[in-house]
T-cell receptor
Framework: DAKTTQPTSMDCAEGRAANLPCNHS???????VYWYRQIHSQGPQYIIH???NNETNEMASLIITEDRKSSTLILPHATLRDTAVYYC??????????????FGTGTQLKVEL | EAQVTQNPRYLITVTGKKLTVTCSQN?????MSWYRQDPGLGLRQIYY???????DKGDVPEGYKVSRKEKRNFPLILESPSPNQTSLYFC?????????????FGSGTRLTVV
């Protein structure tokens, strides 16, 4: 399985952009990068995913390097409610169909005034 | 509202007393999965189901059973719970087994086995 490496924690000032890095140097060509977040002990929330192009939605932007070995999740204007653990995941296709998401320990983002 | 509903939210039980945690989704999703979350270990997959009557083991299936008799329900069964199954449990679903869309997670069940 492709593994991901994320910083354990990051701080960000409210209103600023939060840039969360992720390394996935062993990713294969057909494996997608997914980002989820978990606020306190709630269920993880899907944010965004991508294969090789940059992606943007109403929550965030995902920048994937050309060699696909790393990516950055960008929250353009972080608010206090964005304080959460952010998980970068490489989705692995399974033999016979389906896929697998392996959650690591993520990055604890703390947004402060 | 599209959602995954787990019950109960909190449960304290004694070792060896069989219990079931229910999971239901109202999105007509084919794929459902159970995870447990423990401090320092992240979320680990217990079992998953790609459709009705199709289930398979995840990374930590020991001590758990599941069933998928209907598309909307995917109960997690602990036949003889032990203290090492004390954990926070999440059920998740997605449209199809190969769907690129994200998983929808339930709110979690905090289980304590004494």
């Amino acid at each position: 399985d492709a593994k991901t490496t994320q910083p354990t924690s990051m701080d960000c000032a409210e209103g600023r952009a939060a840039n969360l890095p992720c390394n996935h140097s062993t990713i294969s060509g057909n494996e997608y990068v997914y980002w989820y977040r978990q606020i306190h002990s709630q269920g993880p929330q899907y944010i965004i995913h991508g294969l090789k192009n940059n992606e943007t939605n109403e929550m965030a932007s995902l920048i994937i390097t050309e060699d696909r070995k790393s990516s950055t999740l960008i929250l353009p204007h972080a608010t206090l409610r964005d304080t959460a653990v952010y998980y970068c995941i490489v989705r692995v296709p399974l033999t016979g169909g389906g896929n697998k998401l392996t959650f690591g320990t993520g990055t604890q983002l703390k947004v402060e005034l | 509202e599209a959602q995954v509903t787990q019950n109960p939210r909190y449960l304290i039980t004694v070792t060896g007393k069989k219990l079931t945690v229910t999971c239901s989704q109202n999105m007509n999703h084919e794929y459902m999965s159970w995870y447990r979350q423990d401090p320092g270990l992240g979320l680990r997959q217990i079992y998953y189901s790609m459709n009705v009557e199709v289930t398979d083991k995840g990374d930590v299936p020991e001590g758990y059973k599941v069933s998928r008799k209907e598309k909307r329900n995917f109960p997690l069964i602990l036949e003889s719970p032990s203290p090492n199954q004390t954990s926070l449990y999440f059920c998740a679903s997605s449209l199809t087994r190969g769907s690129l869309g994200g998983y929808t997670f339930g709110s979690g069940t905090r289980l304590t086995v004494v």
